[in-house]
């Protein structure tokens, strides 16, 4: 692939110009797979770490609010519309987050908030074996450098930016996991049955 020279881009001044609009368009609008345009923009040209700050607080928040019209409408996040994929993207990288800082419980609800309201089996089944690994005592660093395969990111395929490819299948990991999965999937049902009840 082609380097793209930073530097250039940053003088350029159609591309200045369409930053610009792009800007106007995520203030004026509420989409969020728009402002996760923007915010790629802001992280490939390092941009400050306060806008950047902003705009992803701009999406988790976006992303909560589109989950929770999701679960009160009993629908599913289907990865292949912009926004729905924007909202779990969004939900993913705020879990990552929380699960970097071992803030675990947090980290965990979220991979179940995903597991729970997304269609895509091969994205589901990957959310419980995140959440599953947490509750069996694996540290962010083990996730990642004993469990995780991490691939270079493949734009043309959405999914990409979820961990979905691991050392094992993701079948034989849910096994290994069964105790928690068994667990989780229980706490999952409760949430089910309180939620009926409101």
Do not use: C
Request: net charge negative; charged share 35%; hydrophobic share 40%.
């Amino acid at each position: 692939m082609e380097e793209i020279n930073i530097e250039e881009l940053k003088s350029n001044p159609e591309f200045k110009e369409m930053v610009k609009s792009l800007e106007e368009e995520v203030k004026s609008s509420n989409s969020l797979a728009k402002t996760y345009q923007l915010l790629d923009i802001y992280l490939a040209l390092q941009e400050g770490e306060d806008k950047i700050n902003e705009l992803f607080q701009k999406i988790v928040d976006g992303s909560f609010s589109t989950i929770a019209q999701k679960l009160e409408k009993g629908e599913k996040l289907d990865l292949n519309n912009p926004e729905d994929w924007a909202a779990a993207r969004g939900i993913y990288e705020f879990a990552i987050q929380k699960f970097s800082e071992n803030d675990l419980k947090s980290a965990i609800e979220l991979f179940l908030a995903l597991y729970h309201t997304i269609e895509d089996f091969e994205v589901k089944d990957a959310m419980m074996v995140h959440a599953a690994a947490i509750d069996s005592g694996y540290s962010f660093e083990d996730f990642f450098n004993k469990l995780a395969k991490i691939d270079e990111s493949n734009f043309e395929n959405p999914k990409s930016v979820f961990t979905t490819d691991f050392v094992q299948p993701v079948d034989i990991l849910l096994q290994m996991f069964k105790d928690s999965v068994s667990k989780l999937k229980k706490r999952l049902e409760k949430l089910n049955e309180a939620n009926k009840e409101e």
